[in-house]
T-cell receptor
Framework: AQTVTQSQPEMSVQEAETVTLSCTYDTSENNYYLFWYKQPPSRQMILVIRQEAYKQQNATENRFSVNFQKAAKSFSLKISDSQLGDTAMYFCASQGAQKLVFGQGTRLTINP | EPEVTQTPSHQVTQMGQEVILRCVPISNHLYFYWYRQILGQKVEFLVSFYNNEISEKSEIFDDQFSVERPDGSNFTLKIRSTKLEDSAMYFC??????????FGSGTRLTVV
Protein backbone atom coordinates (compact mmCIF):
# COMPACT_ATOMS: atom_id res chain seq x y z
CA ALA A 1 0.00 0.00 0.00
CA GLN A 2 1.07 3.52 -0.70
CA THR A 3 1.63 5.86 2.23
CA VAL A 4 2.68 9.50 2.43
CA THR A 5 3.81 11.13 5.67
CA GLN A 6 4.21 14.81 6.43
CA SER A 7 5.70 15.15 9.88
CA GLN A 8 5.25 18.92 10.29
CA PRO A 9 1.61 19.81 11.03
CA GLU A 10 2.41 23.55 11.13
CA MET A 11 5.25 25.87 10.16
CA SER A 12 5.67 29.59 10.36
CA VAL A 13 8.35 31.84 8.84
CA GLN A 14 8.94 35.50 8.15
CA GLU A 15 8.33 36.93 4.71
CA ALA A 16 11.36 36.60 2.38
CA GLU A 17 12.79 33.67 4.34
CA THR A 18 13.34 30.21 2.90
CA VAL A 19 11.29 27.33 4.26
CA THR A 20 11.47 23.58 3.69
CA LEU A 21 8.50 21.24 4.08
CA SER A 22 9.22 17.56 4.64
CA CYS A 23 7.58 14.54 3.08
CA THR A 24 8.37 10.84 3.09
CA TYR A 25 6.53 8.19 1.14
CA ASP A 26 6.39 4.48 0.58
CA THR A 27 5.37 2.78 -2.63
CA SER A 28 5.86 -0.53 -4.38
CA GLU A 29 5.57 1.07 -7.81
CA ASN A 30 8.67 1.16 -9.98
CA ASN A 31 7.60 4.22 -11.89
CA TYR A 32 5.65 6.90 -10.11
CA TYR A 33 5.19 10.63 -9.74
CA LEU A 34 5.33 12.86 -6.69
CA PHE A 35 3.50 16.13 -6.27
CA TRP A 36 3.15 19.08 -3.96
CA TYR A 37 -0.24 20.76 -3.87
CA LYS A 38 -1.14 24.08 -2.27
CA GLN A 39 -4.55 24.56 -0.67
CA PRO A 40 -5.32 28.19 0.23
CA PRO A 41 -8.32 29.15 2.40
CA SER A 42 -10.54 28.88 -0.68
CA ARG A 43 -9.77 25.12 -0.42
CA GLN A 44 -8.95 24.76 -4.10
CA MET A 45 -6.14 22.26 -4.82
CA ILE A 46 -3.38 23.96 -6.80
CA LEU A 47 -0.46 22.02 -8.24
CA VAL A 48 2.84 23.53 -7.11
CA ILE A 49 5.41 21.13 -8.50
CA ARG A 50 5.77 17.62 -9.90
CA GLN A 51 8.66 15.15 -9.87
CA GLU A 52 9.01 12.05 -12.03
CA ALA A 53 10.65 9.31 -10.00
CA TYR A 54 12.86 8.09 -12.82
CA LYS A 55 14.43 11.54 -13.21
CA GLN A 56 17.37 12.22 -10.94
CA GLN A 57 17.27 15.96 -11.46
CA ASN A 58 15.25 17.81 -8.87
CA ALA A 59 12.25 19.71 -10.25
CA THR A 60 12.11 23.49 -9.92
CA GLU A 61 9.33 26.00 -10.60
CA ASN A 62 10.42 29.58 -9.98
CA ARG A 63 10.71 29.98 -6.17
CA PHE A 64 9.71 26.35 -5.57
CA SER A 65 12.10 23.43 -5.72
CA VAL A 66 12.23 19.90 -4.42
CA ASN A 67 14.89 17.73 -2.87
CA PHE A 68 14.08 14.25 -4.13
CA GLN A 69 16.00 11.45 -2.43
CA LYS A 70 14.71 8.28 -4.06
CA ALA A 71 16.62 5.78 -1.94
CA ALA A 72 15.44 7.45 1.25
CA LYS A 73 11.92 7.94 -0.20
CA SER A 74 12.03 11.57 0.74
CA PHE A 75 10.51 14.46 -1.22
CA SER A 76 10.85 17.85 0.46
CA LEU A 77 9.63 21.19 -0.88
CA LYS A 78 11.74 24.32 -0.58
CA ILE A 79 10.12 27.72 -0.94
CA SER A 80 12.61 30.53 -1.46
CA ASP A 81 11.91 34.22 -0.84
CA SER A 82 8.59 33.33 0.77
CA GLN A 83 5.65 35.66 0.16
CA LEU A 84 2.46 36.36 2.11
CA GLY A 85 0.50 34.65 -0.67
CA ASP A 86 2.32 31.40 0.06
CA THR A 87 0.29 31.05 3.26
CA ALA A 88 -1.73 27.85 2.79
CA MET A 89 -1.95 24.14 3.52
CA TYR A 90 0.59 22.15 1.55
CA PHE A 91 -0.02 18.52 0.67
CA CYS A 92 2.53 16.06 -0.58
CA ALA A 93 1.11 13.30 -2.81
CA SER A 94 2.33 10.14 -4.44
CA GLN A 95 0.80 8.83 -7.61
CA GLY A 96 0.48 5.08 -7.90
CA ALA A 97 -1.70 3.11 -10.25
CA GLN A 98 -4.98 4.90 -10.76
CA LYS A 99 -4.86 7.32 -7.83
CA LEU A 100 -3.08 9.93 -5.74
CA VAL A 101 -2.33 9.28 -2.09
CA PHE A 102 -1.98 12.42 0.02
CA GLY A 103 -0.13 13.20 3.21
CA GLN A 104 -1.78 14.85 6.18
CA GLY A 105 -0.68 18.32 5.15
CA THR A 106 1.48 21.10 6.58
CA ARG A 107 -0.11 24.42 7.46
CA LEU A 108 2.37 27.09 6.41
CA THR A 109 2.03 30.67 7.62
CA ILE A 110 4.14 33.47 6.19
CA ASN A 111 4.35 36.39 8.62
CA PRO A 112 4.89 39.99 7.48
CA GLU B 1 -5.87 27.46 -19.28
CA PRO B 2 -8.32 24.52 -19.31
CA GLU B 3 -10.24 23.99 -16.09
CA VAL B 4 -12.19 21.29 -14.34
CA THR B 5 -15.57 22.75 -13.44
CA GLN B 6 -17.62 21.57 -10.48
CA THR B 7 -21.19 22.46 -9.61
CA PRO B 8 -22.64 23.40 -7.24
CA SER B 9 -19.95 25.07 -5.16
CA HIS B 10 -21.97 24.45 -2.00
CA GLN B 11 -24.81 22.02 -1.40
CA VAL B 12 -26.85 21.67 1.76
CA THR B 13 -29.00 18.57 2.05
CA GLN B 14 -31.02 16.82 4.70
CA MET B 15 -29.85 13.52 6.12
CA GLY B 16 -31.26 10.65 4.11
CA GLN B 17 -31.58 12.60 0.87
CA GLU B 18 -29.75 11.82 -2.36
CA VAL B 19 -27.32 14.31 -3.88
CA ILE B 20 -25.61 14.49 -7.24
CA LEU B 21 -22.34 16.36 -7.54
CA ARG B 22 -21.41 17.40 -11.05
CA CYS B 23 -18.09 17.82 -12.78
CA VAL B 24 -17.00 18.77 -16.28
CA PRO B 25 -13.46 17.44 -16.78
CA ILE B 26 -10.99 18.88 -19.27
CA SER B 27 -12.14 17.82 -22.70
CA ASN B 28 -9.15 15.77 -23.88
CA HIS B 29 -8.55 14.07 -20.54
CA LEU B 30 -9.18 10.35 -20.25
CA TYR B 31 -9.00 9.65 -16.51
CA PHE B 32 -11.48 11.02 -13.99
CA TYR B 33 -11.45 10.96 -10.23
CA TRP B 34 -13.39 11.89 -7.14
CA TYR B 35 -11.65 12.77 -3.88
CA ARG B 36 -13.07 13.78 -0.52
CA GLN B 37 -11.71 16.04 2.21
CA ILE B 38 -13.42 16.12 5.58
CA LEU B 39 -12.79 19.47 7.25
CA GLY B 40 -9.34 19.59 8.81
CA GLN B 41 -8.31 16.23 7.42
CA LYS B 42 -6.34 14.99 4.46
CA VAL B 43 -7.63 14.46 0.96
CA GLU B 44 -8.88 10.89 0.42
CA PHE B 45 -9.28 9.00 -2.82
CA LEU B 46 -12.78 7.77 -3.60
CA VAL B 47 -12.84 6.44 -7.15
CA SER B 48 -11.14 6.56 -10.52
CA PHE B 49 -12.91 6.17 -13.86
CA TYR B 50 -11.48 5.30 -17.24
CA ASN B 51 -12.97 4.12 -20.50
CA ASN B 52 -16.49 4.41 -19.12
CA GLU B 53 -15.95 2.22 -16.12
CA ILE B 54 -14.59 2.32 -12.60
CA SER B 55 -10.90 1.42 -12.63
CA GLU B 56 -10.30 1.60 -8.89
CA LYS B 57 -12.27 2.49 -5.78
CA SER B 58 -11.44 2.89 -2.12
CA GLU B 59 -13.12 1.22 0.82
CA ILE B 60 -14.99 4.50 1.39
CA PHE B 61 -16.72 4.09 -1.97
CA ASP B 62 -19.38 1.62 -0.91
CA ASP B 63 -22.87 0.97 -2.28
CA GLN B 64 -23.96 4.42 -1.12
CA PHE B 65 -21.86 5.97 -3.89
CA SER B 66 -22.00 5.74 -7.66
CA VAL B 67 -20.39 7.55 -10.57
CA GLU B 68 -21.55 8.11 -14.08
CA ARG B 69 -20.47 9.81 -17.27
CA PRO B 70 -23.92 10.35 -18.74
CA ASP B 71 -23.19 12.36 -21.87
CA GLY B 72 -19.49 12.32 -22.71
CA SER B 73 -18.73 15.60 -20.97
CA ASN B 74 -20.17 15.46 -17.47
CA PHE B 75 -18.88 13.20 -14.70
CA THR B 76 -21.18 12.83 -11.71
CA LEU B 77 -20.94 11.48 -8.19
CA LYS B 78 -24.20 10.34 -6.64
CA ILE B 79 -24.50 9.85 -2.90
CA ARG B 80 -27.62 8.01 -1.82
CA SER B 81 -29.18 8.35 1.61
CA THR B 82 -26.69 10.92 2.88
CA LYS B 83 -25.35 10.74 6.41
CA LEU B 84 -23.95 13.47 8.64
CA GLU B 85 -20.46 12.06 8.17
CA ASP B 86 -20.71 12.60 4.41
CA SER B 87 -20.26 16.31 5.05
CA ALA B 88 -17.01 17.19 3.32
CA MET B 89 -15.41 18.93 0.39
CA TYR B 90 -15.66 16.78 -2.73
CA PHE B 91 -13.08 17.31 -5.45
CA CYS B 92 -13.27 16.13 -9.00
CA UNK B 93 -10.01 15.74 -10.92
CA UNK B 94 -9.06 14.75 -14.43
CA UNK B 95 -5.86 13.60 -16.05
CA UNK B 96 -4.73 13.00 -19.60
CA UNK B 97 -2.20 10.31 -18.84
CA UNK B 98 -2.00 9.91 -15.05
CA UNK B 99 1.10 12.01 -14.59
CA UNK B 100 -0.63 15.30 -13.98
CA UNK B 101 -3.95 15.93 -12.31
CA UNK B 102 -6.12 19.01 -12.58
CA PHE B 103 -8.52 19.51 -9.71
CA GLY B 104 -11.80 21.36 -9.74
CA SER B 105 -12.54 23.97 -7.12
CA GLY B 106 -14.64 21.51 -5.14
CA THR B 107 -18.19 21.15 -3.88
CA ARG B 108 -18.75 21.72 -0.20
CA LEU B 109 -21.43 19.26 0.90
CA THR B 110 -23.18 19.91 4.19
CA VAL B 111 -25.57 17.26 5.51
CA VAL B 112 -27.94 18.51 8.21
Amino acid sequence: AQTVTQSQPEMSVQEAETVTLSCTYDTSENNYYLFWYKQPPSRQMILVIRQEAYKQQNATENRFSVNFQKAAKSFSLKISDSQLGDTAMYFCASQGAQKLVFGQGTRLTINP
Amino acid sequence: EPEVTQTPSHQVTQMGQEVILRCVPISNHLYFYWYRQILGQKVEFLVSFYNNEISEKSEIFDDQFSVERPDGSNFTLKIRSTKLEDSAMYFCASSKDQDGYTFGSGTRLTVV
